[in-house]
């Protein structure tokens, strides 16, 4: 079967510094794929290539065999590109359904229409998808007094209002509580296995990349060093010395959990 992402030779430069560098990897369907790395590796740098907030130096990335790489950022989302945030990016004045509607608005070319009242718009269907993310119940509440991890699963929502072949979240937990960390993965795998969907995620937290992961790839500054299965990384000495600078990728995910 073709691959939902196909990556080839994707490189950024920003001057004389390679923030990319040669970077090739493949996503199938239904696969829930972690890119992790120290920080400065490259990962968000790749992120945005990845959705066209940057433009490649080189390189190509297909999307279901075609070539997206330096197109618009709204024209990969219309393709089915979905994408979380470090910061979670909602309406503080709306409340949570509205800013779900706000994004089925948007799908549906229906920002600017003047034949029906906003409220009404696709609420149904708003509310569906706060149902999938466990948000039903807080709908009328305003973005402004809900707890952080509650706006990650709002943001979770709003990313799935275009039906994405492709979700990228960009360190979804980041912020948040260790059992909040764990809820949200568990969610986010629960959501791949219902809807067939494919996510690539970066991630600090090494419980919920070995938890979650179906594979994990490894990045330090800008090269793609190690690509496999969580055992594979786990006991990689060329991953456990950059990533960890010599200790063992199992004891610190084990120390995080007691934390």
Known sequence: MSPILSVRNLSRSFGAIKAVDDVSFDLAKGELLALIGPNGAGKSTCF??????????????????????????????????????????????????????????SYHRKLYSLTTFAYKLYRDEALALLDTVGM??????????????????????????????????????????????????????????????????????MDVVFAHAHRIMVLNRGQLIANGSVEEIRTNPQVQEVYLGGGTLFNAAQEDVHA
């Open 136 to 205: 039903a119940d807080q709908a009328e509440r305003h973005c402004a007094v809900l707890a952080y991890g509650d706006l990650k699963r709002l943001e979770l929502a709003v990313a799935l209002a275009h039906d994405p072949i492709l979700l990228l979240m960009d360190e979804p937990t980041a912020g948040m509580a260790p059992r909040e960390r764990i809820a949200l993965m568990q969610l986010t795998a629960d959501i791949l296995d219902a809807k067939g969907i494919s996510i690539l995620f970066t991630e600090h937290d």
């Open 48 to 105: 945005n290539m990845l959705m066209g907030q940057l433009k490649p130096s080189s390189g190509t990335v297909e999307l279901m065999g075609k070539n997206i790489a330096g197109m618009q950022p709204r024209k990969i989302w219309r393709m089915g590109v979905g994408r979380t945030f470090q910061i979670t990016a909602t309406y503080a004045s709306m409340t949570v359904v509205e800013n779900v509607q706000m994004a089925l608005m």
